[in-house]
T-cell receptor
Framework: GAVVSQHPSWVICKSGTSVKIECRSLDFQATTMFWYRQFPKQSLMLMATSNEGSKATYEQGVEKDKFLINHASLTLSTLTVTSAHPEDSSFYIC????????????FGPGTRLTVT | QQQVKQSPQSLIVQKGGISIINCAYENTAFDYFPWYQQFPGKGPALLIAIRPDVSEKKEGRFTISFNKSAKQFSLHIMDSQPGDSATYFCAASRGGNQFYFGTGTSLTVIP
């Protein structure tokens, strides 16, 4: 149980376009979802925390107008990278925890974004 | 500011040996300390986690040792296998929110 999926698994887009990444909890209701960014051979950096039905809380230094997060339901959160640029190329990972699962986070498989 | 410091950056262990990875934190409000295993191109997977009210937790070949007074915790992998070769991250959280990750340790287990 506790499976989190992401779609797409990889995406290539042109500079200036927007890209939407979906994160779904498949077999549980996710009260909180987290979005991370990971550069090659580096750690995960928390970008934002989102709770269903409310605005996301962004970490310091993360542009909320550039990285739009929507947590419309208890099983779906989306991250939209607006006006993407090559420096936005990265591995984006979401995670979710369930109200009944204590503090455990369940991670998605990640989405590789390449901006050309 | 790095909330959780992890060492070593890389580790090479012989098959059957013990792999030890260390982490240290500063914020005494943290109350949950998980370890994650990540393979290339994949998301992290929870290995084992501990709360600060216990000093050790063991699950199979994986053991967390926790020293609250020193604000340090470590992962021990007993009888290390080539399939354990991956990147390991420690993390710390307060109340299940805002997980802070260490910088990662690349483990290579050689046959």
């Amino acid at each position: 149980g506790a499976v989190v999926s992401q779609h797409p698994s990889w995406v290539i887009c042109k500079s200036g376009t927007s890209v939407k990444i979906e994160c779904r909890s498949l077999d549980f209701q996710a009260t909180t979802m987290f979005w991370y960014r990971q550069f090659p051979k580096q750690s995960l950096m928390l970008m934002a925390t989102s709770n269903e039905g409310s605005k996301a809380t962004y970490e310091q230094g993360v542009e909320k107008d550039k990285f739009l997060i929507n947590h419309a339901s208890l099983t779906l959160s989306t991250l939209t990278v607006t006006s993407a640029h090559p420096e936005d190329s990265s591995f984006y990972i979401c995670s979710a925890n369930s109200q009944g699962a204590g503090y455990e986070q369940y991670f998605g498989p990640g989405t590789r974004l390449t901006v050309t | 500011q790095q909330q959780v410091k992890q060492s070593p950056q890389s580790l090479i262990v012989q098959k059957g040996g013990i792999s030890i990875i260390n982490c240290a934190y500063e914020n005494t409000a943290f109350d949950y300390f998980p370890w994650y295993q990540q393979f290339p191109g994949k998301g992290p997977a929870l290995l084992i986690a501990i709360r600060p009210d216990v000093s050790e937790k063991k699950e199979g070949r994986f053991t967390i040792s926790f020293n609250k007074s020193a604000k340090q915790f470590s992962l021990h992998i007993m009888d290390s296998q080539p399939g354990d070769s991956a990147t390991y991250f420690c993390a710390a959280s307060r109340g299940g929110n805002q997980f802070y990750f260490g910088t990662g340790t690349s483990l290579t287990v050689i046959p």
